[in-house]
């Protein structure tokens, strides 16, 4: 598995994990999963450059995240479509990453964590969120 597919899942633990707790610091609860996972350097420095992003803009990716997603309240979202969709949204708004694997990776998140109806409904949303944010 690539570095950067490791980091991806690595910041979408401490994300699930964050918003189970509602309300701690991030990089905290970011930093207590990864070292209870030995997770390497490489990839606390990757998924940690994400999570940096996702809590810096989270105000504004949920705004975008809720002008896709018409039919459905972030908050009734489960918790693992929501921090795959937040975290795949902060990796759009960073813009180093091609989008196409930006929503690739992400659908694999949400294959591996959630269930196949959870990777349809990421994949219908992010396309969406892409396209709105010029990036598709």
């Known amino acids: 598995m690539r570095l950067e597919t490791r980091a991806r899942s690595r910041a979408l633990q401490a994300l699930y ?3 189970l707790r509602g309300g701690q610091d991030l990089e905290r609860v970011a ?3 990864w070292d209870d996972l030995s997770v390497a350097q490489e990839e606390r420095k990757l998924a940690g450059a994400l999570l940096t992003t996702a809590k810096r ?6 705004t975008l995240l809720a002008d ?4 459905w309240r972030l908050e009734r979202l489960g918790v693992i479509e929501r921090c795959v969709l937040r975290l795949a949204a902060a990796e759009l708004r960073r813009g180093e990453t091609p989008p196409r694997v930006v929503l690739r990776e992400a659908i694999r ?3 591996r964590y ?6 349809r ?4 949303v992010l396309d969406a969120l892409a396209r709105k944010m010029g990036r598709l």
């Open 17 to 19: 994990a964050w918003d």
């Open 68 to 71: 896709v997603t018409t039919n």
């Open 121 to 124: 409904f990421v994949n219908g």
């Open 57 to 62: 803009e989270l105000r504004e990716i949920d």
């Open 31 to 33: 930093t207590q999963i």
């Open 109 to 111: 998140l949400a294959e």
């Open 114 to 119: 959630g269930n196949p109806d959870s990777a």
